[in-house]
């Protein structure tokens, strides 16, 4: 399974910016994706939950850092989640990783992370 990030980039301050998470290389035709959505500030220690759909139905957590700036989308068909940024702060430059949970007959349910995609908000 590959999640692939993309559109990251340089903004300044009070702009916007949409990434996208798609998923992709999952086995067989029944699988189900748990939980699917954003984080930043990963690293051994902790990771911030930006924003994600979790559970069966159009749930979702938004982190209390972007309420009312970030809100998050999919599209189901495609297996992808998108992230809507608008504005945006320098406090907010980080490299975004999506994150999601996959359950198949086979390997029961499997957390996969993105490779990240950076986010810069600099005048």
């Known amino acids: 399974v590959q999640l692939q990030a993309s559109g990251g980039g340089t903004v300044q301050p009070g702009g916007s910016l949409r990434l996208s998470c798609a998923a992709s290389?999952?086995?067989?035709?029944?699988?189900?994706?748990?939980?699917m959505g954003w984080y930043r500030h990963i690293s051994s220690d902790k990771s911030e939950l930006i924003a994600r759909f979790f559970g069966p139905g159009d749930n979702t957590n938004i982190g209390d850092s972007v309420k009312g700036r970030f809100t998050i989308s999919r599209d189901k068909d495609k297996n992808t989640v998108y992230l809507q940024m608008n504005n945006l702060r320098p406090e907010d430059t980080d490299i975004y990783h999506c994150?999601?949970?996959?359950?198949?007959?086979?390997?029961?349910?499997?957390?996969?992370w993105g490779q990240g995609t950076l986010v810069t908000v600099s005048s």
């Open positions: 994150h999601a949970n996959i359950w198949t007959p086979a390997t029961d349910s499997v957390g996969y």
């Open positions: 290389g999952i086995s067989g035709t029944i699988f189900l994706i748990n939980n």
